[in-house]
């Protein structure tokens, strides 16, 4: 099917919902890859705090000049892909979005070299950093514009620790929805010790299907939503052992939405904000923790089950791709009749979503080129109907084991199953069929 036949359907079932997948088959789940990154954190400095892992995404190289840890940031355009199927243009920084995450100690001397590659100014925020007023990076307040072409220096030295972030405050609707961010971690002189450390930045991206770029004037209808610049499947699944100490650290810098993120199988506390440490008075169980837009929260906790434990933004619309959402509910509607007459004009049509979208996303059918409505992936018990914000978090006995990247292995009796006759007899449960 054409993308125009694809538009014409989409506008002429105005009752339907016109849910639709790649033609080609689906490939593997990244969530059973084999660049899942596991790498034990190592030690930053002996003794010392953990290195961070950013999933789908890299760590900013930083060189030690005298006193000084040097760094660069490029500002650029670059293509990127979200997930199969689906490559746009975006900006951001080193060829990354989110760009790379920067990892310092408490008291560190750090200079910044940021290049424009743009063509239009930029700046950088160092979003929750206590420094001198003139590198805080907002466009004619602090500083002049960073012009095309042109590359700035920012120095200053880190008197706090915690999760931070970094953006360009110059035409920020544009730059930021078009991918500008980063993550901004600061070990403290004395870390606590944890055996796993993850950075995770959240985003929401309007890219209508078929096109080559993001929406930066979209106040809504988000479409496609991301862990690091990736949607599931592409989203790398973590890998932590069963009982080991676990940190994430979230950071939201979507232009419009909070993310509540929800792992299953354990339950974590809340340690910090950008704003700084949370008393352990103050810390409380939590299942899913709200990252608002503009902020960063950072989870620990230890889990206490083996599997593969899913973890997703808990706003429904979140896990879904670019299906349309202004559609009307076809929910236990029938449909029939009008299918019927709508043959006539259009051979192809197909109404959907008269029981629920579920299977949408495992429908083999033509959409758009460059897109990928509703994607999900393949699971080990069928297909895994969400996309978007969603990725898994891989708990395991011994995480070095060599097949410990796989699907996990359920001990024999855990599982749930097709009820038999006899056992709702047994028990008790009329089910007239
Ligand atoms: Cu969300």
Not at 270 to 275: E, I, L, R, S
Not at 377 to 400: A, E, H, Q, W
Request: charged share 20%.
């Amino acid at each position: 099917m054409h993308r125009r036949k694809f538009l014409q359907l989409t506008g002429a079932a105005a009752s339907a919902a016109i849910l639709t997948r790649h033609a080609d088959a689906a490939p593997a789940a990244a969530a059973n890859a084999t660049d899942t990154p596991s790498a034990k954190s190592a030690a930053v400095t002996p003794g010392g705090p953990l290195a961070v892992v950013t999933p789908n995404g890299s760590t900013l190289p930083l060189r030690t000049v005298g006193n000084v840890k040097v760094g660069h940031l490029v500002a650029e355009e670059f293509e990127h892909d979200f997930a199969p199927g689906l490559k746009v243009r975006v900006w951001g920084y080193n060829g990354g979005t989110p760009g790379p995450t920067i990892e310092c100690m408490e008291g560190d001397r750090l200079r910044l070299y940021v290049t424009n590659r743009l063509r239009e100014p930029t700046t950088v925020h160092w979003h929750g950093i206590i420094l001198a007023n003139g590198m805080d990076g907002v466009s004619g307040l602090n500083q002049p514009p960073i012009a095309p072409g042109q590359t700035f220096v920012y120095e200053f030295t880190l008197r706090q620790h915690g999760t931070f972030m970094y953006h360009p405050h110059f035409d920020e609707m544009t730059q930021i929805a078009l991918g500008m961010h980063g993550m901004f971690v600061v070990h403290p002189k004395q870390a606590k010790k944890v055996d796993r450390d993850f950075a995770l930045m959240t985003h929401e991206w309007k890219i209508a299907a078929g096109t080559k770029r993001p929406d930066p004037n979209a106040m809504s209808d988000f479409n496609v939503l991301t862990f690091n610049g990736k949607a599931f499947p592409a989203t790398q699944p973590m890998l932590v052992g069963k009982g080991e100490r676990v940190r994430m650290r979230f950071g939201n810098l979507s232009p419009m939405d909070h993310h509540p993120i929800h792992i299953h199988g354990l339950n974590f506390a809340v340690t910090a904000t950008d704003g700084g440490d949370t008393p352990a008075s103050a810390q409380h169980a939590e299942t899913t923790v709200l990252v608002p837009v503009g902020s960063t929260r950072t989870i620990e906790f230890t889990p206490p089950e083996s599997g593969d434990w899913a973890m997703h933004c808990h706003m429904t619309h979140h896990v879904m791709m670019q299906m349309g959402h202004g559609i009307v509910p076809m929910v236990g509607a029938d449909m029939t009749k009008l299918e019927q007459r709508m043959e006539r004009l259009l051979p192809e049509y197909m109404t959907m979503g008269t029981t629920g979208m579920g299977g949408m996303g495992e429908m083999i059918m033509p959409i758009p080129e460059n897109s990928a409505p509703m994607r999900g992936g393949n699971g080990p018990f069928g297909y895994i109907d969400m996309g978007g914000m969603f990725t898994v978090l891989k708990v395991r006995d011994d995480p070095s084991a060599p097949d410990a990247q796989g699907w996990y292995k359920h001990p024999p009796g855990t599982t749930a199953s097709a009820a038999t006759p006899e056992q709702m007899q047994k028990d008790g449960i009329r089910f007239d069929s």
